[in-house]
């Protein structure tokens, strides 16, 4: 009996002890492979061996800043090469004249050498003669009255020519005073009337005194032309004629020049008669040209070549010769060269003298080998002689 008391006590006490719960491990349920849980985020495989990157915040985006597209390079065009291409002077007086009046046309003249003249960008001739119809011509006589029919303009259009200098000693010749200035202005009417630039005359001084403005590729080349021979065509303020070759004429023609043209070509008549070596007053004047602003001196007047020089990198030619004339009784008279001046836009390149000759009738030819070498030596011989420049 007391051992089921005992065991009924055991019993009673523990039903009053609290029970424990008994603790089991966690279990965390996987779902299947391949099951999607929602609000669950989905684990990005990371291959074997290779180190998972650290996840860092992003970072702020930059602000936009424009850029200009990219310039387009574009090559600096090669000016184009122009060429020049000046002559002695052009006298179709006297027995040129006759054999113009005996053909009926001056086109003979030019024809050995057209293509030559035709084929510079440029081309500019010195004329020393009236071309007027308003006195008779003289025939073929020996006299200083230098003048030929108007249909020589024609025929110096028809060569090829563009520009003319006009500031020449006869080119007012025409036995009179009053006969002069009809003549005169005969001369720049007929020249203008085949479409050809008469610079260095005009109605007043000036008018004669104003640059002629030619543009070939873009190089507007602004040329004048001054006379020192002959005071009787020289032309004032209210008389016609040539511009006068004085320092303050000279120096004011350039300053206009200058200021229209990318090129200024300076044409004086200057020097004395048959010397190939030019006298101190074309040499004073050379250099006032080019430091005045001259880019190119090129003169006529003595009837044979005269010396070049280059004068502060300036090309200056003194004379050119007879290109057209009846000078027969010396043949050093009736030799010249044409001047072919070579620019690459407003850069000058160099020159080249092609030797040629006339006829008693004015009629031109090129030089054979031996002519031309004769030529060119008296050139290089006179400017040889030259004093060095101051």
Known sequence: MRR?????????????????????????????EGVLVLGQPTPTPVPPNTIQPLITPPSPTPAFTPTSPSPTVTATPTPAEITLLFTGQIVPGRCVQAGVDARGSADYIYAEVRDLLQSADLTIGTLNAALSDYAPTTGCISTFVLVGSSNNADALAKAGFDVMSVATNHIKNCNSNTCGDRAFLDTLENLGRVGILPVGGGKTVEEALQPVLVERSGVRFAIVSLGEIEPMAFADEDTPGIAPLTEVNLRQAIAAARQVGDVVIVMPHWGPEYASTPNWNQRKYARIAVEAGADLVVGNHTHVVQATQTISGVPVFYGLGNFVFDQTWDHKNQQSVLLTIRFRGTQYLGYEFTPVYADGDGTVHLADEAEAAEILERISAASTALPPVP
């Open 4 to 32: 089921y008391l005992l065991l009924a006590v055991l019993l009673f006490l523990n039903a009053c002890q609290p029970v424990q719960a008994e603790t089991y491990p966690s279990l965390t349920l996987k779902p299947p």
